[in-house]
């Protein structure tokens, strides 16, 4: 079954750090640019980062510095250090495959894993 | 960067009645413009990209429209199984932005 299954989220306080996970199954991984998106309780989408095929890494300002995206396609997974969190960064993380085409849309995602950052 | 403004914030629909999200750019996106549906506790869906093209396996009752800075998702006869939150998504700068979602509410 094709298919991408997060974890790792849960409670953290404010300056704190977590590694979310993301596995993917039936499907050729590496063949993929994968992506973070998030979404905070009662708002829209949010795209978090990006990984290419070639390792090349992307950002949005509001977490550049502070998050880093990674791949191990011999694992077929892709992983989200994240650390200095802020109360700003709450939200469900959802893993998301780009299209097979590199065009930044997002054609298969995984249920999400909730981040809770709070003291 | 873009901002994605999509309208209503909700609409509730009668099933089997027709439904109508609008989605607009601050800027042009061209055609590179994605339609996702979601809903509680389940993976987001892709349905439309490129503007008009459905996704593999999504019905033809969903239909999407538009190119520039002004788009459309058309629901044709709303089943039970279409009650959602359905969001729209710019590719064509960097970085790709959502729009807030509408919410599709049976009336």
């Known amino acids: 079954e094709v298919q991408l299954v997060e974890s790792g989220g849960g409670l953290v306080q404010p300056g704190g750090s977590l590694r979310l996970s993301c596995a993917a199954s039936?499907?050729?991984?590496?063949?993929?640019?994968m992506h973070w998106v998030r979404q905070a309780t009662g708002k829209g989408l949010e795209w978090v980062s990006a990984i290419g095929t070639a390792g090349d890494t992307y950002y949005p300002g509001s977490v550049k510095g502070r998050f880093t995206i990674s791949r191990e396609n011999a694992k077929n997974s892709l992983y989200l250090e994240m650390n200095s969190l802020r109360a700003g960064d709450t939200a469900v993380y959802y893993c998301?495959?780009?299209?097979?085409?590199?065009?930044?849309?997002?054609?298969?995602w995984g249920r999400g894993t909730l981040v809770t950052v709070s003291s | 960067e873009i901002v994605m403004t999509q309208s209503p914030a909700t609409l509730s629909v009668s099933p089997g009645e027709r439904a109508t999200l609008s989605c607009r750019a601050s800027q042009s996106v061209s055609s590179n413009l994605a339609w996702y549906q979601q809903k509680p506790g389940q993976a987001p869906r892709l349905l439309i990209y490129?503007?008009?093209t459905r996704a593999t396996g999504i019905p033809a009752r969903f239909s999407g429209s538009g190119s520039g800075t002004e788009f459309t998702l058309t629901i044709s006869s709303l089943q039970s199984e279409d009650f959602a939150v359905y969001s729209c998504q710019q590719y064509n700068n960097w970085p790709p932005a959502f729009g807030q979602g509408t919410k599709v509410e049976i009336k």
């Open positions: 998301a495959r780009g299209d097979s085409s590199s065009y930044w849309y997002f054609d298969l």
């Open positions: 490129g503007a008009s």
């Open positions: 039936g499907f050729t991984f590496s063949s993929y640019d």
